[in-house]
């Protein structure tokens, strides 16, 4: 059985122009590498949060696996087959298999066209229902299951007489009416109010496990993505420093950059006690990166050899994979006296 989504070695690099600063000086062009080697494989259900700072990459990410950007290197693999190969044969084809859902539900829709249109547009177009009848049908159920009753009272709204929260489920489940194989979720609920958050959660959840639908879930929320996912993924200037189930990674994390993260997420115990970890340095930038390890700069375990090369991914025991000189195999995060 295919897994259905794999990566490999996926890049995605820009070129920054020139730029005139203000004493007349004219920089020169340089390299900004977004996404950087990420590689992964995600089963049919499996969600794998993705997290990390702002800037890291995440979602370049996301709209490379859905091929709303080209990667410029790498391959990216959809149940089996080669997604350039799928976009090429059948572009339609491919947009059913493969769904995302964006940060701003006010920005995912037409203003001008009625919660009906915005439904019924996706069941026609991807040959949906029998009839137009039909096709009204499934709109209406749909709604009704996703808790929008009764669904006649919204088909003839517009966008902007729905709130954030009605917007969202309105997004996901036109996504869902496709049935796809692969959805990215770009931080959905980071814009909606805190009250609704949960609810739009377990609303994803539950559809992606009916459908048995991959997902990769981005997000900077660590306490949400403990909450949906099966797998995390840490990611830093565009790489995957550490990536594992969601329990090894979040309770035992190895990466020096993964600990720093969860040490300042906000704990459900106000009981808990933990020691933060303040990241010293300047905020990461991902033009012209290298040679060595990304986050060494800010590292307080760095040693010499971090500087000079970038680590190779070296995979623990439990099956944690971690991309740092200084993790063993078996108890993580080695003393700097060890190395």
Request: proline residues 5%; contains cysteine.
């Amino acid at each position: 059985m295919h897994n259905a989504l794999e990566v490999n070695n996926l890049k995605k690099h820009y070129i920054q122009k020139k730029v005139v600063k203000k004493d007349g000086k004219t920089t020169s062009k340089q390299l900004v590498k977004a996404v950087d080697g990420v590689s992964f494989t995600l089963k049919q259900g499996e969600i794998l949060g993705v997290i990390g700072e702002s800037g890291c990459g995440k979602s370049t990410l996301g709209r490379l696996l859905i091929s709303l950007e080209k990667p410029t290197e790498g391959d990216i693999t959809l149940n089996g087959t080669d997604v350039h190969a799928l976009l090429k044969q059948d572009r339609l084809k491919y947009r059913r298999m493969s769904q995302i859902i964006f940060q701003n539900p006010f920005d995912t829709f037409d203003p001008r066209h009625t919660v009906k249109k915005i439904m019924m547009s996706v069941l026609k177009l991807h040959h949906i229902g029998e009839s137009e009848e039909e096709q009204l049908k499934i709109c209406c159920d749909t709604l009704n299951e996703a808790g929008l009753q009764p669904a006649e009272n919204y088909l003839d709204r517009y966008p902007f007489e729905l709130s954030g929260g009605q917007l969202q489920r309105i997004s996901i489940l036109r996504s869902m009416l496709l049935n796809p194989i692969f959805l990215v979720a770009d931080e959905p609920i980071s814009m909606l109010d805190v009250s609704i958050r949960a609810d739009i959660i377990r609303m994803l959840q539950q559809l992606t496990k009916e459908h048995n639908t991959a997902m990769v879930f981005i997000s900077h929320d660590i306490a949400t993505t403990r909450y949906i996912s099966d797998r995390v993924a840490v990611m830093y200037l565009g790489k995957i420093v550490e990536i594992g189930t969601t329990d090894d990674i979040l309770h035992s994390p190895s990466h020096p950059y993964t600990q720093a993260l969860i040490s300042n997420c906000a704990s459900l115990d106000p009981l808990e006690e933990r020691d933060v970890i303040k990241l010293e340095g300047e905020p990461p930038t991902p033009i012209d990166t290298g040679p060595g390890c990304y986050f060494a700069p800010r590292c307080v375990h760095a040693c010499e050899r971090c500087f000079k090369e970038y680590p190779d991914v070296r995979t623990k025991k439990n099956g944690v994979k971690v991309a740092c000189f200084l993790v063993n195999d078996e108890s993580g995060l080695e003393t700097e006296k060890e190395v």
